[in-house]
């Protein structure tokens, strides 16, 4: 048995290697595996790093104020326990009379479902972005900003953007400075880029997804 481990843990031989040099069937050797982790002669330790080690990591590498680090998938969706620990996140930074704004996606979706009653008085609320689909409307800035006031009425203040059914970056551009045009339209537009709290869902990455886009290159993010 022992020249098996050896052969096995030591030198990362295969199963099927080692039962030709001991001579024996490989089902023998598989067998001489499980017996010798039953009986303790084997044990697994597993060197991962804490999240605690992860956050740090985050922080010091991307000269980040705070970072919050959420095992994928422990215990259900890994988009509900996100929501969950970004509700916890925003509950701790956030104060009576901020400004916050929000762009869209399941996962904000989630946080502000996970978020408490009547928490905060006196915010005041601003879609991020007016971008849209034809598709989960639940899911969109306007939609979820309204769905926040409801967490903190009647102290709250909360507003809206036209919708623009945009399929690229030049129109959405091109339609932006056209509504803009209004000085009410503009007036929340520019409230919206000062907030002091911005709930972002990335998403997706890519061209395929001008929302994003938009509301990273208003912010001087190059993508």
Do not use: W
């Not at 999240?51 to 994928?72: C, K, P, S, T």
């Not at 215990?75 to 929000?102: H, Q, T, Y």
């Not at 689909?133 to 306007?142: A, G, I, K, Q, S």
């Not at 911005?198 to 998403?203: E, N, R």
């Amino acid at each position: 048995m022992v020249r098996c481990l050896d052969l096995y843990y030591r030198q990362g031989r295969h199963q099927k290697d080692i039962a030709r040099s001991l001579g024996v069937s490989a089902a023998t050797v598989s067998r001489l595996l499980k017996r010798a982790f039953d009986e303790g002669f084997v044990r697994v330790e597993l060197d991962l790093p804490r999240r605690e080690e992860l956050e740090a990591g985050l922080i010091e590498h991307f000269g980040l104020r705070d970072a919050v680090v959420v095992a994928a998938g422990a215990r259900g969706d890994p988009r509900a326990e996100l929501g969950a620990a970004a509700a916890a996140c925003f509950e701790k930074i956030a104060a009576n009379g901020m400004r916050v704004g929000l762009s869209c996606g399941f996962t904000l979706y989630q946080t502000i479902r996970q978020l408490r009653e009547r928490r905060f008085r006196d915010l005041t609320l601003y879609p991020l972005s007016g971008e849209s689909t034809l598709e989960m409307v639940d899911l969109f800035p306007n939609t979820l900003v309204g769905m926040m006031a409801a967490k903190y009425r009647p102290h709250v203040t909360a507003y809206a953007l036209p919708v623009q059914h945009l399929l690229s970056l030049r129109e959405i551009e091109r339609e932006r400075r056209r509504v803009l045009r209004d000085p009410e339209i503009r007036k929340i537009y520019e409230a919206a880029q000062g907030v002091d709290i911005a709930l972002v869902g990335i998403g997706s990455i890519a061209e395929e997804t001008p929302g994003f886009c938009a509301l990273a290159e208003s912010y001087g993010v190059s993508v």
